[in-house]
């Protein structure tokens, strides 16, 4: 594990980590995106991840930016 992995490991294990939560409508899916040392680093990758998933096809794609604590999974369908 590089020293950058580890500080994210560190970060998120305390609650300092910061993530993303993307809600998608279609599909009805919750994810994850993280965890990033800094909102600014999040940020500057958001955009990437958001452009895959409506590639893929999802559609009213809304998010928030959290710092917390996040473990498995990481991709959550809603549907019930």
Known sequence: MGPIRALRSL???????????????????TYWFGPFLTRRSLKANLPGFLKELSLEGS????????????????????RS
């Open 59 to 78: 559609s009213s794609i809304k998010y928030e930016l959290l710092r917390c604590r996040r473990n498995e999974p990481l991709t959550i369908n809603t």
């Open 11 to 29: 970060g998120n294990s305390f609650g300092l980590a910061w993530w993303a939560k993307v809600e998608t409508i279609q599909p009805e899916v």
